[in-house]
Nanobody, 125 residues
Framework: VQLQASGGGLVQAGGSLRLSCAAS????????MGWFRQAPGEEREFVAA????????YYADSVKGRFTLSRDNAKNTVYLRMNSLKPDDTAVYYC???????????????????WGQGTLVTVSS
């Protein structure tokens, strides 16, 4: 499966963005999906994960209540809605898939075996 992330850009603190992750080469319907991010000089970190059905979602504490992860299996696309953005959210955001499972568990993040290319989100203060 190939994952194409888009929707990044420059936004002021307090603003919003919606990232999209369009998949090709395979349906993502059975798979758990998610997003990670990597800030300059930092390690890549988990942001959010969603089960195959979309009924279960889990978030990093740093984004809980501000970010919303959703999916449209008919469009083979996953979305990350980011509200109340902060300068600390500045990072390259990566779409990811775990094709070995369709479920997600709290506290476990996402075991990734497919990565998309990143999309840069810059939040100015």
């Amino acid at each position: 499966v190939q994952l194409q992330a888009s929707g990044g850009g420059l936004v002021q603190a307090g603003g919003s963005l919606r990232l999209s992750c369009a998949a090709s080469g395979s349906t993502i319907r059975p798979y758990a999906m998610g997003w990670f991010r990597q800030a300059p000089g930092e390690e890549r970190e988990f942001v959010a994960a969603i089960s195959w059905s979309g009924l279960s979602t889990y978030y990093a504490d740093s984004v809980k209540g501000r970010f919303t992860l959703s999916r449209d299996n008919a469009k083979n696309t996953v979305y990350l809605r980011m509200n109340s953005l902060k300068p600390d959210d500045t990072a390259v955001y990566y779409c990811a898939a775990d094709t070995r499972t369709g479920t997600v568990q709290p506290g476990n993040g996402l075991r990734v075996n497919y990565w998309g290319q990143g999309t840069l989100v810059t939040v100015s203060s």
